[in-house]
């Protein structure tokens, strides 16, 4: 049973981030009163699921992300604002069922694509104001937003705020935490005057130090010692885009144990949000690392790694899971912002675009924008798909 569970894990990780992000757009589009007759996880035929009301809530064949499909003016030419090609008829008249909708969809009193009812224009995405279709677009990487921030608020508040404490294991013979006088068993707790708790903070201050001297105040069989260390220059990677860069070593190890602290919910709330900021951080230095050449493509992960990563985690426990799981969701929050037509992002921008024009593009225009995101995305796909074959078969 735990072997089961922890294969479970990949569905548990994207399916929950992705059910997170469509229902963002499904709840807005609610809201904003525009019909949503699909609500949808993957792409293409559909697999099951069930219909209630006026949406058929499903489980689509191809495991990548998934859509709402929203009422348009132009559906026959554009599903939806998140795409799909799933059940695609029209939603104009449709006086009796059309062959591609299953029976059990079809209501006799029910609006098209599942009824005989035309849409009304005032419930298509395109009557609402510019604002409200803004809203329903950045739904979908808000709530995902809100997952980060309300999975990592909440590890901090079950687990406490973690931490390695800045005692001194061992010292490299000949390096300058040695030639300085540290010794196995010294607790750090001041850098340049500054007060440190935690090994981590330790690392952050002396990192960029690559000339120089570093002032470390620590304890010692409780009396107070002061100690002027010189660091020296070494080469190694950004941790996040893999960039070489320069930093400042002591040659030191800590001594490996992990100090829980427990955190009120305010307190957890403010680390949850701090972390959810740190990530988002991370993840823009990776995609300008990948625009200045600095980061290779050939770092990105897809669906394969995900899966793996997500079995590690399981093994690994909860919190490391759920940590996933608040990550991957910021990255697709981030991601969805980067303006390519059948993202957020870039429909966001459309939808900008033809408030400042004055006026809708044409269909044409819609439509080349459309395939020209669609091409970017399965690049994309493409290309990360490759990244994960790769890797399993060069490991």
Known sequence: MAALSIYIAPL?????VVFVHELGHFVAAKLCGVYAPVFSLGWGGRLFGWKRGETDYRVSLIPLGGFV???????EALVGIEGGAADRGSLQNAPERPTNISPALWDPQGMAPFGPRPVPANRWVESKSTSARVFMLAAGVIMNILLTMTVTSGIYYRYGKASLP?????VVPGAPAAAAGLASGDRIVAIDGDSVRAWEEVIARVSPVTSGVVTFDIVRNGARLQKQITPQAADAQDPVTGAPRKVG?????VRDSVVREA?????AVANGSRATWGMARNVFSVLGGLVSGEVSAKNLGGPIQIARTSVQAARNGAETLWSLIAFLSLNIAILNLIPIPVLDGGQILMVLAERIKGSTFSLGTREAFARVGVLAVLALILLVTFNDLRSVFTQ
């Open 263 to 267: 955190v009120s919910a305010g307190e």
């Open 69 to 75: 499909r929203m009422a348009s003016r132009e559906d």
């Open 249 to 253: 070593r002591v040659g030191m190890m």
């Open 166 to 170: 800045a005692v001194i294991d061992s």
């Open 12 to 16: 548990l990780v994207f399916g929950l």
